[in-house]
């Protein structure tokens, strides 16, 4: 199977529908993300993204359609599977173990697969961290805890980050050093899949984006086309 982008695609979403109990959230959602490619979903608060995101990993169990990750069908897959697959989910409350310190939280996850960051890379990926290794989750400012989260993940050796909202709260400075770690991240090979509302951000960091509505993808174009797009997504998400 070949992406609308002509790559053969890491994870390959089709026809995707979710519901939180009796709600229907997800109504068919159909994207594609290739190996090392960054893809942002846009679209304003409630239509679904973030839904998207916990359905494709597994954390919503109400879910129906196919969830190919590297040539596997997860959704029948429980969760825990899901994560020993390679799919590695940053939430918005960004999970970490607010007792602990930071050196304790990154010695904490299970590797799922080689290629996972030793403690030293991550240190060289995030100096800050570095700086406060002794330091309990709850000490750490917001920026900090989020570049825990990721830092987390990294260690696990997962080779797709789902992050949810990574700059959301956080102070501009602390904005750029994230967008910065994605970019090295990308080089490196990582494929990133991310909801972002920070339109700016997104911008800085995708190769391509899914805008969308009421539970479905409406649209899917490249960041080269953005410029032209800009008044329809100024009209759906007020960018």
């Known amino acids: 199977?070949?992406?609308?982008?002509?790559?053969?695609?890491?994870?390959?979403?089709?026809?995707?529908?979710?519901?939180?109990?009796?709600?229907?959230?997800?109504h068919g959602v159909n994207l594609d993300v290739a190996e090392s490619e960054t893809v942002t979903l846009l679209g304003r608060n409630g239509v679904g993204k973030t839904t998207t995101l916990r359905a494709i990993m597994g954390i919503i169990r109400k879910r129906k359609g196919v969830i190919d990750f590297a040539g596997q069908d997860l959704i029948h897959t429980p969760l825990?599977?899901?994560a020993h697959a390679g799919l590695g989910f940053v939430p918005e409350e960004?999970?970490?173990?607010?007792?602990?310190?930071?050196?304790?939280?990154?010695?904490?996850?299970?590797?799922?697969?080689?290629?996972?960051?030793?403690?030293?890379?991550?240190f060289e990926l995030f100096p800050n961290l570095k700086e406060r290794r002794n330091s309990q989750g709850t000490k750490l400012?917001?920026?900090?805890?989020?570049?825990?989260?990721?830092a987390r993940m990294l260690r696990t050796g997962v080779k797709l980050l789902l992050l949810d909202e990574p700059t959301e709260g956080l102070a501009p400075v602390i904005v750029e050093r994230i967008g910065e770690v994605l970019a090295t991240l990308k080089a490196?090979?990582?494929?990133?899949?991310?909801?972002?509302?920070?339109?700016r951000f997104a911008s800085r960091v995708?190769?391509?984006?899914?805008?969308?509505e009421h539970g479905q993808i409406?649209?899917?174009?490249?960041?080269?086309?953005?410029?032209?797009?800009?008044?329809?997504l100024h009209e759906v998400i007020g960018v």
């Open 1 to 26: 199977m070949t992406s609308e982008h002509g790559k053969k695609p890491l994870l390959s979403v089709r026809d995707l529908h979710a519901w939180y109990g009796e709600s229907h959230a997800l």
């Open 80 to 82: 825990h599977r899901t």
């Open 94 to 122: 960004r999970g970490i173990f607010a007792t602990l310190s930071v050196d304790e939280n990154l010695l904490l996850p299970p590797v799922v697969s080689e290629g996972g960051m030793s403690i030293d890379e991550i």
């Open 141 to 150: 400012s917001g920026g900090e805890q989020q570049m825990l989260a990721i």
């Open 188 to 199: 490196r090979g990582m494929t990133i899949l991310l909801v972002e509302q920070n339109f």
């Open 206 to 212: 995708a190769d391509r984006f899914y805008l969308m």
């Open 218 to 232: 409406t649209a899917s174009f490249p960041a080269s086309e953005l410029d032209q797009r800009m008044e329809e």
